[in-house]
């Protein structure tokens, strides 16, 4: 089967700066991933390389077999760490935009997650508090049944509530079909619902390993080993 | 249930002794159907996979069994759970008796302290 | 999806434009009533002021809603696609391509709204001013006739082969408008800072750039001296006046083509590549 996410030899550098250093990676369907390093690692430009949103300066990313593209970006579902939808849309007409451009949009479980939420559908997004928009976004990207989600530090800067129902709505929409790469550095709160982690650092993955693995050969959690690992 | 996990041990492992010790405690009755994997996931708010794998220890262990479209449900045998719940209480005493002894309790001592926490008990 | 596109960005951009246009509507038939109302006036009292303030309204809304559809133009692209709403955007299943010209087309679409808004208004501001609407169907009679001539001597297939050239001529400018300002945005914006001001900058060097451009190609084309006896060669008395009106504006539009060309692939390249989100 051919390996949802996957790098080979994968660089990216700004001008002086390294980004990315020879990355190789390779995730199977229905694995959630944590991909963990400290700011500044690389985590968001090799996100924005799934994404199609930055072109490898060496190497190739390969999402379900081809380069990123129109094609790869109708299965591939991103959360950026920002609000980028536009403000002056409502619930309704952010729907009506999903469906309009991702087939794979389920506008049901959409509804469905917008009412247990309580939510006014023809409130602008401009009216909400910053963590009802946050959730807003969340439910559009997880209502898509895509092969692979990209979720660029979902859970930071949001209150513990927050946190839950993202984690919550993480869990409930899993697909064994697809992935879930999810970028943090908050990794205490994530760890239970990932099935593996990836150490980066400096634009080099360090690690690739499951969280049983972590946990049964060093005896810690992955938030432990974490600390231990990038220890200043 | 208790989902409250500690760190040095795998999350799959955990959630097994969580289970199982519902079962033997009789909070799972025999026979009792069980959520979803997705909805304990999320109660447990743990990875599917992770709660998966723990149902395939337990279906292992014969404590728990799938019917294809029903779902998942606690075992029937009363006397599967009963040697479940004999192991675990072994297990328990022997961490006891470990934990006792690293005090430096010797058995005749342990014994006399156990009958005098009873005493207490019932004033 | 480039129809998608084009609806989206419709209702993006029309929530501005539109509140303009009718506005400048109303104050144009505000403004034709209160001319009449001016007319009966005899003495100068405060009702002429207000009236005069319609009026002047009328005119400033007009003139609203033209800059307002330059500004909307430029800002849809900013906002739209280099700001926060770029990561929705660029990760939709589209090409960069459809992006571009679902841009270029609503721009085109909000042009010819504003053109016809300001000759709507004039006629409104008209049919309110008149008690009669008196036609001097005479004169309209005349003018017929001129035009029945015209068409004769030109050939009903000249005519609308001229209003197609007409048509994408205007199509090719506004083209080339937004995308002087689109490239110029790309440029500026593939900067980590000052984006803003390095787009005024990128804007000026292209206006500079085509400028230099054109009054070079004209000199090298006077200075090579086979062009003079190719043009010589042309014998352009063969060609009918029809023909010859023909050829200066498929001229011009290849010019306006070229011209876009130049912009766009530029504009393209970096927003695929230089991609330089917030």
Redesign the interface.
């Known amino acids: 089967m051919t390996a949802t996410f996957e790098c080979r030899g994968l660089s990216k550098h700004f001008g002086a700066t390294q980004a990315l250093d020879g990355v190789n990676i390779s995730i199977a369907p229905g694995r959630v991933v944590g991909l963990l390093g400290p700011n500044g690692s690389g985590k968001t430009t090799l996100i924005k390389l799934a994404?199609?949103?930055?072109?490898p300066s060496e190497g190739e990313i390969l999402i379900c077999g081809s380069r990123p593209?129109?094609?790869t970006?109708?299965v591939?579902s991103?959360l950026?760490d920002?609000?980028?939808?536009?403000q002056?849309m409502n619930a309704q007409q952010l729907m009506d935009?999903f469906q309009?451009?991702?087939g794979d949009f389920d506008r049901q479980r959409a509804e469905e997650m917008l009412g247990r939420l309580g939510l006014d559908q023809k409130q602008k997004l401009s009216q909400m508090s910053k963590g009802t928009k946050e959730k807003v976004q969340l439910i559009m990207v997880m209502s898509r049944k895509a092969k692979l989600y990209l979720l660029d530090e979902p859970i930071g800067g949001v209150d513990p509530a927050t946190r839950d129902y993202i984690l919550d709505t993480i869990i409930r929409n899993y697909d064994p079909e697809a992935v879930v790469i999810i970028s943090t550095h908050l990794i205490s709160d994530v760890e239970k619902v990932l099935d593996e982690v990836l150490f980066i650092n400096q634009g080099k993955v360090t690690l690739q390993a499951s969280v049983d693995d972590i946990r049964q050969q060093y005896g810690m959690s992955v938030d432990e080993y974490f600390r231990e690992v990038f220890k200043c | 249930m208790d989902w409250v996990f500690n760190n040095d041990m795998p999350i799959y492992t955990q959630l097994v002794d969580k289970i199982k010790l519902s079962i033997v405690s009789g909070q799972l009755p025999p026979g009792e159907k069980l959520s979803t994997v997705r909805d304990l996931a999320a109660e447990a708010k743990v990875n599917p996979n992770t709660m998966q794998r723990a149902f395939q220890e337990l279906e292992r262990a014969g404590l728990v069994f799938s019917q294809r479209s029903s779902g998942r449900f606690v075992t029937e045998d009363v006397e599967v759970i009963m040697e479940a719940k004999k192991a675990m209480a072994r297990q328990y005493v022997e961490s006891f008796m470990k934990s006792m002894e690293q005090l430096g309790y010797a058995e005749e001592e342990i014994l006399h302290l156990l009958e005098e926490g009873k005493k207490e008990e019932k004033q | 999806?480039l129809g998608?596109l084009i609806?989206?960005e419709l209702r993006?951009s029309g929530?501005t434009m539109l509140p303009f246009i009718l506005v400048s509507l109303f104050f144009s038939v505000m403004a034709g009533l209160s001319i009449r109302g001016l007319e009966r006036q005899q003495d100068y009292g405060w009702f002429t002021v207000v009236f005069g303030i319609v009026i002047f309204l009328f005119v400033a809304g007009l003139m609203a809603v033209c800059i307002m559809s330059i500004v909307v133009v430029i800002n849809r692209f900013r906002q739209?696609l280099l700001g926060?709403?770029?990561?929705?955007m660029?990760?939709?299943?589209?090409?960069v391509d459809e992006h571009i010209w679902s841009k270029l087309i609503v721009s085109f679409i909000w042009f010819a709204a504003t053109f016809l808004t300001c000759m709507l208004a004039m006629v409104l501001m008209l049919v309110c001013n008149v008690d009669q609407f008196e036609v001097n169907w005479t004169e309209v009679g005349y003018v017929f006739s001129e035009l029945g001539r015209a068409l004769k001597n030109f050939g009903i297939l000249h005519i609308v082969g001229y209003c197609l050239e007409l048509l994408v001529m205007a199509f090719g400018s506004a083209g080339v408008t937004c995308l002087t300002f689109y490239c110029a945005m790309a440029i500026g914006y593939s900067f980590s800072n000052r984006k803003v001001l390095m787009s005024i900058l990128a804007f000026i060097g292209i206006d500079i750039l085509f400028t230099v451009l054109q009054s070079s190609v004209v000199m090298l084309l006077n200075n090579i001296p086979g062009v003079e006896r190719f043009m010589e060669n042309l014998d352009l008395s063969r060609v009918s006046a029809a023909g010859s009106v023909h050829i200066v504006l498929l001229g011009w539009i290849l010019y306006l083509v070229v011209y876009a060309a130049v912009l766009y692939i530029p504009t393209r390249l970096l927003l695929?590549?230089k991609?330089n989100?917030?």
């Open positions: 994404n199609g949103l930055l072109s593209g129109p094609e970006k109708a591939v991103y950026p920002k609000t980028c939808m536009p002056w935009f309009d451009f991702y | 999806m998608k609806k989206h993006g929530r739209n926060d709403e770029g990561y929705l660029f990760t939709l299943p589209v090409s695929k590549k991609l989100l917030p």
